[in-house]
T-cell receptor, first 111, second 113 residues
Framework: TQLLEQSPQFLSIQEGENLTVYCNSSSVFSSLQWYRQEPGEGPVLLVTVVTGGEVKKLKRLTFQFGDARKDSSLHITAAQPGDTGLYLC???????????FGQGTTLQVKP | DTAVSQTPKYLVTQMGNDKSIKCEQN?????MYWYKQDSKKFLKIMFSYNNKELIINETVPNRFSPKSPDKAHLNLHINSLELGDSAVYFCASSQDQLGGGYTFGSGTRLTVV
């Protein structure tokens, strides 16, 4: 059983469309992070959220941490081909430094 | 100048061999990790070291032995390689053992034939 469930697992959209990726759990996390990974490279940290209800924006990307700190979402506005990649959510259950990863969402943005 | 560097990038070896992967970080971070990414892209923690001390050791076969000569280096030695060990291994570091954001290396793709 996956502790962090990401949905959808695959997403193929046209340039300019909006999308949302979800990361859900029945467990509470002290912090949650989002990463983007490109082929042949390691994941790159996009954002860390620590407070329930927190919203962070990174250009066209909006990240939200659920009020109960059990879930998170990533919303991309006006997706571009450069957004293509594997998006991973990862949570820390007790400030242990041990990150539990979701299974990832593969996003393809077609020009 | 690469923040977290791992070598080699690719490793192809036969079953039963012993191999090592090296990792170095120049970020001044206290904590380093080894993660394994399987063919479905799922990342799972293997080990974590804080200032050369082992703090996380997941259920990993004891054929895998990490070594941290100093806080900037964390190497992974694997004995008696098996087909199921084929995966991409990532080294990562963070400021301290509370986590925060990780900086990952670019990975080592291990193929056991």
């Amino acid at each position: 059983t996956q502790l962090l469930e990401q949905s959808p697992q695959f997403l193929s959209i046209q340039e300019g469309e909006n999308l949302t990726v979800y990361c859900n759990s029945s467990s509470v996390f002290s912090s949650l992070q989002w990463y983007r990974q490109e082929p042949g490279e390691g994941p790159v940290l996009l954002v860390t959220v620590v407070t329930g209800g927190e919203v962070k924006k990174l250009k066209r990307l909006t990240f939200q941490f659920g009020d109960a700190r059990k879930d998170s979402s990533l919303h991309i506005t006006a997706a571009q081909p450069g957004d293509t990649g594997l998006y991973l959510c990862a949570g820390d259950r007790g400030n242990t430094g041990k990150l539990i990863f979701g299974q990832g969402t593969t996003l393809q943005v077609k020009p | 100048d690469t923040a977290v560097s791992q070598t080699p990038k690719y490793l192809v070896t036969q079953m039963g061999n012993d191999k090592s992967i090296k990792c170095e970080q120049n970020l001044g971070h206290d904590t380093m990790y080894w993660y394994k990414q399987d063919s479905k892209k799922f990342l799972k923690i293997m080990f974590s070291y804080n200032n050369k001390e082992l703090i996380i050791n997941e259920t990993v076969p004891n054929r895998f032995s990490p070594k941290s000569p100093d806080k900037a280096h964390l190497n992974l030695h694997i004995n008696s390689l098996e087909l199921g060990d084929s995966a991409v291994y990532f080294c990562a570091s963070s400021q301290d053992q509370l986590g925060g954001g990780y900086t990952f290396g670019s990975g080592t793709r291990l193929t056991v034939v």
